[in-house]
Structure formats: structure tokens, C-alpha cells
């Protein structure tokens, strides 16, 4: 069974990185839909890291597929 995660990294305020990891993305989802809401994101200051810390900029998204089989 493939599994499809959508993998969007952020520039958090202390020059580090958080990532989040979003299953099942819309098949016919682009680089520039996905900018868009991560800026959306960071201008209305959704994302804060585990140890509060804001994200401060985009640094890149992509997808993850990964591919899963039961063993016999």
C-alpha cells in the first residue's frame, strides 16, 4: 500500500527548522498552492515549534511516498 505525505519545512525565529507532515495531500496539488498557505500560515502565526517558537520563513515542501507491504 503507498502511503503520500506532503512534507512542508519552515525557518523558525531561532534559525532552526520544524517540519510538518500532512497525509493523504490532493493529488493535483502544486509548489505554489503549497506556498501560498505556508506563507498564509506564518503571516497569521499558526505554526509555533514545541518549544514556542515561531516560524519565520519557507524553506522548501515536497512529497513523501512511501511504500508498505505485509509480510506473508
Known sequence: MMKVYLIIIFWLANNR???ISIPCPREDLTR????????????????????????TGYKHAFLRTIDETLLP
Open 17 to 19: 527548522t520544524m517540519t
Open 32 to 55: 505554489r498552492e503549497v506556498e501560498a498557505a505556508a506563507y498564509k500560515m506564518m503571516k497569521n502565526k499558526v505554526l509555533l515549534s514545541e518549544n514556542g517558537v515561531p516560524a
